[in-house]
């Protein structure tokens, strides 16, 4: 059975840090991860994947520099550190992991900043 646990949400004032976490647990074959967020009457949006063919990381422009998502690989778990922290950033953040045709994804973590 295929099972995503999200932690590490929270309150936090802005300029402050958080670091989510997201274990996968019934995955085989992962060929791709990453993490989106969805804030109050907005859709959906990307902020960070892992590209497993050369290890590269690709940020949206509006966390680049403040968020890093790293992974391991030994655990399945995947992490986002994210730091100076804006108001804007308020949202439920949502892990995924992909494997072959198939993409999983966590129940989601609320994050709030306030200002």
């Known amino acids: 059975q295929v099972q995503l646990v999200e932690s590490g949400g929270g309150l936090v004032q802005a300029g402050g840090s958080l670091r989510l976490s997201c274990a996968a647990r019934g995955i085989f074959s992962i060929n791709g991860m990453g993490w989106s967020r969805q804030a109050p009457g907005k859709q959906r949006e990307f902020v960070a994947r892992?590209?497993?063919?050369?290890?590269?990381?690709i940020y949206a422009g509006s966390v680049k520099g403040r968020f890093t998502m790293s992974g391991d690989n030994a655990k399945n778990t995947v992490y986002l550190q994210m730091n100076s922290l804006k108001p804007e950033d308020t949202a439920v953040y949502y892990c995924?992991?992909?494997?072959?045709?198939?993409?999983?994804w966590g129940q989601g973590t609320q994050v709030t900043v306030s200002s």
């Open positions: 892992i590209i497993p063919s050369g290890g590269n990381t």
């Open positions: 995924h992991f992909v494997s072959g045709p198939h993409t999983y």
